[in-house]
């Protein structure tokens, strides 16, 4: 059984950073493509971004392009996302994800594993 687990998550002001982390356990971290996705209150939950298993080629919403950077080691098992210039709409519960899909995977199904979350606040 694959365990995702996020940490890293808390308070920033607009303008801040962060940087989330997401350890994996279970199974070979590498064969799995890896995203992140975000929930904020009452809304769905939307990808993020992603990043193939060799870390070769990554992919954004458009909304945190320039801001935010997917990363992995995978000789750690872990997953980041860099977050800079935060902003009060990055304020969500953030989810990481692996996939054995191939393709984009900006879609919440095509993913097999999921962290339980960790929340990021961005305050004005």
């Known amino acids: 059984q694959v365990q995702l687990v996020e940490s890293g998550g808390g308070l920033v002001q607009a303008g801040g950073s962060l940087r989330l982390s997401c350890a994996v356990s279970?199974?070979?971290?590498?064969?799995?493509?890896m995203g992140w996705f975000r929930q904020a209150p009452g809304k769905e939950r939307e990808f993020v971004a992603r990043i193939s298993r060799s870390a070769g080629n990554t992919y954004y919403v458009d909304s945190v392009k320039g801001r935010f950077t997917i990363s992995r080691d995978n000789g750690k098992n872990t997953l980041y996302l860099q977050m800079n210039s935060a902003r009060p709409e990055d304020t969500a519960v953030y989810y990481c994800?692996?996939?054995?899909?191939?393709?984009?995977?900006?879609?919440?199904?095509?993913?097999?594993?999921w962290g339980q979350g960790t929340q990021v606040t961005v305050s004005e």
């Open positions: 279970g199974h070979t971290f590498a064969i799995y493509a």
């Open positions: 994800a692996a996939s054995r899909g191939l393709g984009q995977l900006v879609f919440t199904y095509q993913y097999d594993y």
